[in-house]
Structures are given as structure tokens and as C-alpha cells.
């Protein structure tokens, strides 16, 4: 009965009903710790606030990291590949797909000549 749901292949044997029993125990073991947890929660505007060690929570718009702050290396490193490769970005999909087609073809007609 269990032969006929496994696939033997030259790395070893997966067999999809040891899966699905993994799957359920899991499932069981999750659930089990889910009854033991807390049955009311207490949704007043204190008990959903972040702790910040007793400081009060600042704005915003004060600690929001935008991504030019956060790719600040990648971006300065990279200038000069940016300067030479923002003109041909155009925002029309058809220059992109030709721009595709022509690194392609390039690719096929190197591997075909040093083959």
C-alpha cells in the first residue's frame, strides 16, 4: 500500500503520505498550542502600543527610512553605470523588448560561433 505512493529517484524516495502525516502533526502540535494561549486580549490604545523602553512613540514621518537613505552605497557606487544606462530607459515596454531580443540574438550568434 505504501510502495504505490512513493517515487524513488536517484537521490532517494519521497513519498507524499509520510508528507501529509508530517503536515497533520504539525497542524495538531500548532492547534495544541494555540488552546493553551490567552482566551481575551485587551485591545485599549496602551496594550497595542510598541514598547520603546518607556519613551513615547515618536512620529512617523521622524523615523521612516526611505529607500534613497538605504541603497545610499549602491547608489553611489553605481553612478556611473546609472548616468550611461538612464537614457535608454524610457518607460515603453517595446524598447525594453527589443533591447531583449537584441542582447538575445547577440547571445545565440556568440554561442553559436564558439561552438
Not at 517515487?7 to 497542524?27: P, S
Not at 544606462?85 to 542582447?103: C, I, M, Q, R
Request: charged content about 15%; cysteine-free.
Amino acid at each position: 500500500m505504501i510502495e504505490s505512493f512513493t517515487l524513488t529517484t536517484g537521490f532517494g524516495a519521497w513519498n507524499a503520505l509520510f508528507w501529509v502525516i508530517a503536515f497533520v502533526i504539525a497542524f495538531i502540535i500548532g492547534w495544541l498550542i494555540w488552546l493553551r494561549g490567552e482566551k481575551v486580549y485587551d485591545t485599549s490604545k496602551g496594550s497595542t502600543a510598541p514598547f520603546l523602553s518607556g519613551n513615547a512613540e515618536p512620529d512617523k514621518k521622524e523615523v521612516h527610512i526611505r529607500a534613497g537613505n538605504l541603497y545610499w552605497g549602491y547608489n553611489d557606487a553605481l553612478s556611473g553605470y546609472y548616468k550611461f544606462v538612464k537614457p535608454f530607459h524610457t518607460g515603453n515596454l517595446s524598447d525594453y523588448f527589443l533591447a531583449y531580443l537584441l542582447v538575445t540574438a547577440i547571445v545565440l550568434i556568440v554561442v553559436v560561433v564558439l561552438k
